[in-house]
């Protein structure tokens, strides 16, 4: 196995993995207080 390539193959898995969980967590935690203005705009057209 090539080592360098290997362990581009982990950084990048890893960012990824990071940048995913970042915004899992900016998307949920931010719900509870204020919801987006999509899901405004949702509750908007059902009225």
Not at 3 to 28: H, N, R
């Amino acid at each position: 196995m090539n080592l360098p390539k290997f362990i581009m193959l982990l950084s990048m898995i890893a960012i990824v993995w990071l940048l995913l969980v970042y915004g899992v967590t900016q998307w949920y935690e931010p719900n509870e207080e204020t919801p987006p203005t999509s899901e405004r705009e949702v509750f908007k057209h059902r009225e």
